[in-house]
């Protein structure tokens, strides 16, 4: 992927190096991270490395800075990955991935976008784009997360907008969402997270009902590259650095 490295002084110590590899922030502290280099396989895993399931056609596209993109949507993918020791809802964490428009979103919008997500009837996350307004391009559109059906919870959906002038219908992009005690974090493109207040603290116990989560879903065209989960909360410095890593800087 990364065929540039950051200059020595400008490397936070949570990163480590490889003679032919990018950089990885806080690598010590991933429990699960997808490239899509090598497949579909993690390369990292607490828990189970293989995807659980592949709903649709697995296929590849141009990646960040010279690896390969996982195709989700209309053409492509939906990976389902198992939560079990991969993602630790009982301490801090912290999901991403990058994403890019894969056909012309002004054109032809597509009605939401799912970046990732677990559940059911009995308890559902998700962390998409909004359907509205339902003509317009999901540049223009606030993200999402739903929080619904939990049986201890009351029904939720939390908004964020894009940072200003940015364009998420050109190139990549990074989404994250972290958790702490009761509070719940996103960030587009390596901003400072935003904060939330949760009703009260995810936990395990939420999940249980849900073993398997899903990566991309099946309505967009959009490409996935370098899906991560951290069994901890990033900091705005270590996010701003995967941001600076994953744009070559």
């Given at each position: 992927?990364?065929?540039?490295?950051?200059?020595?002084?400008?490397?936070?110590?949570?990163?480590?190096?490889?003679?032919?590899?990018?950089p990885i922030t806080a690598a010590d502290a991933l429990s699960l991270r997808v490239s899509f280099d090598n497949g579909t396989t993690a390369e990292v895993a607490a828990g189970r490395k293989t995807a659980c399931e592949a709903r649709?056609?697995?296929?590849?596209?141009?990646?960040?800075?010279?690896?390969?993109?996982?195709?989700?949507?209309?053409?492509?993918?939906?990976?389902?990955?198992?939560?079990k020791n991969n993602v630790d809802f009982d301490q801090p964490g912290t999901m991403m991935l990058w994403f890019k428009a894969n056909t012309d979103w002004h054109k032809n919008p597509p009605p939401f976008?799912?970046?990732?997500?677990?559940?059911n009837n009995k308890g559902l996350l998700h962390v998409r784009v909004s359907r509205?307004?339902?003509?317009?391009?999901?540049?223009?559109?606030?993200?999402?997360?739903?929080?619904?059906?939990?049986?201890?919870?009351?029904?939720?959906t939390l908004v964020m907008q894009a940072p200003a002038l940015t364009k998420l219908c050109q190139g990549w992009h990074l989404v994250a969402m972290a958790w702490d005690k009761d509070q719940l974090f996103l960030s587009y493109d390596g901003m400072p997270f935003r904060a939330y207040k949760l009703?009260?603290?995810?936990?395990?116990?939420?999940?249980?009902?849900?073993?398997?989560?899903?990566?991309?879903?099946?309505?967009?065209?959009?490409?996935?590259d370098e899906f991560r989960v951290y069994k901890k909360k990033l900091s705005d410095d270590e996010l701003q650095e995967v941001w600076e890593l994953g744009n070559g800087f």
């Open positions: 992927m990364l065929k540039k490295l950051l200059l020595p002084g400008l490397i936070a110590a949570t990163s480590v190096f490889a003679a032919d590899n990018p649709g056609k697995v296929a590849y596209a141009d990646g960040i800075n010279g690896g390969k993109a996982l195709i989700s949507g209309v053409n492509g993918a939906t990976m389902i990955y198992e939560y976008m799912v970046y990732f997500g677990w559940g509205n307004p339902a003509k317009a391009c999901i540049c223009r559109r606030p993200m999402e997360v739903w929080l619904y059906h939990y049986p201890n919870r009351r029904n939720a009703e009260k603290p995810f936990s395990n116990a939420d999940f249980a009902h849900s073993p398997r989560f899903a990566v991309g879903q099946a309505v967009s065209e959009f490409l996935i």
